[in-house]
């Protein structure tokens, strides 16, 4: 089955402490994004990835970090300088990123629920 | 950036077709039409996409404003799983897609 891994599903953070969310993909897309979604909310971009070892920030990347040392992941840490950062987070991926076509198509994960105590 | 809006919330009757409007008024010649939907405390899945001509596909159709200032998600049948939030997104070849709130479609039994 191809698709679009999120661990964990729920996760607690105690204020002040970083934490790594991760996201796996065995779709052999190119490009990777980050969402966070608040409720009643749509979803904002916080970094994607056209390509390994590239990455670029989106509208809400501060108190945020990410890597893609390999293609298949891409995994966010949500650092202690995250003011708000209980929300929902979403990993997607697509083929060619934002540098294709407009046709390009998203595949999201299951999310991961974050709560800071 | 392109914008699009769509009404907060509808309903609709379990087994009777269900159409979602969205305008996009700023919508530019290469842009593309997609729309995506979200179940609760789910990631968004793609329905369906296009750009100029009415798009089918096993979910659903997507019908095209001649002037491409508007398009109308068709749903033939609804059931009670296409309740969820439907998104309506303008896609630019070297741009992000842009979720607004969406559509909260409500199925009736």
């Known amino acids: 089955d191809g698709g679009i891994t999120q661990s964990p599903k729920y996760l607690f953070r105690k204020e002040g402490q970083n934490v790594t969310l991760s996201c796996e993909q065995n779709?052999?897309?190119?490009?990777m994004y980050w969402y966070r979604q608040d409720p009643g909310q749509g979803l904002r971009l916080i970094y994607y990835?056209?390509?390994?070892?590239?990455?670029q920030k989106g509208d809400i990347a501060e108190g945020y970090s990410v890597s893609r040392e390999k293609k298949e992941s891409f995994p966010l840490t949500v650092t202690s300088a995250q003011k708000n950062p209980t929300a929902f987070y979403l990993c997607?991926?697509?083929?060619?990123?934002?540098?294709?076509?407009?046709?390009?198509?998203?595949?999201f994960g299951p999310g991961t629920r974050l709560t800071v105590l | 950036d392109a914008k699009t809006t769509q009404p907060n919330s509808m309903e609709s009757n379990e087994e009777e077709p269900v159409h979602l409007p969205c305008n996009h008024s700023?919508?530019?010649?290469?842009?593309?039409i997609h729309w995506y939907r979200q179940l609760p405390s789910q990631g968004p899945e793609y329905v369906i996409h296009g750009l100029t001509s009415n798009v089918n596909n096993r979910m659903a159709s997507l019908a095209i404003a001649e002037d491409r200032k508007s398009s109308t998600l068709i749903l033939h049948r609804a059931t009670l799983r296409d309740a969820a939030v439907y998104y309506c997104i303008l896609r630019l070849a070297g741009n992000q897609f842009y979720f607004g709130t969406g559509t909260s479609l409500t199925v009736i039994p």
């Open positions: 997607a991926s697509s083929q060619r990123g934002l540098i294709g076509f407009g046709s390009d198509t998203q595949y």
């Open positions: 990835s056209q390509i390994v070892n590239d990455f």
């Open positions: 779709l052999n897309h190119d490009a």
């Open positions: 700023t919508i530019s010649g290469t842009d593309y």
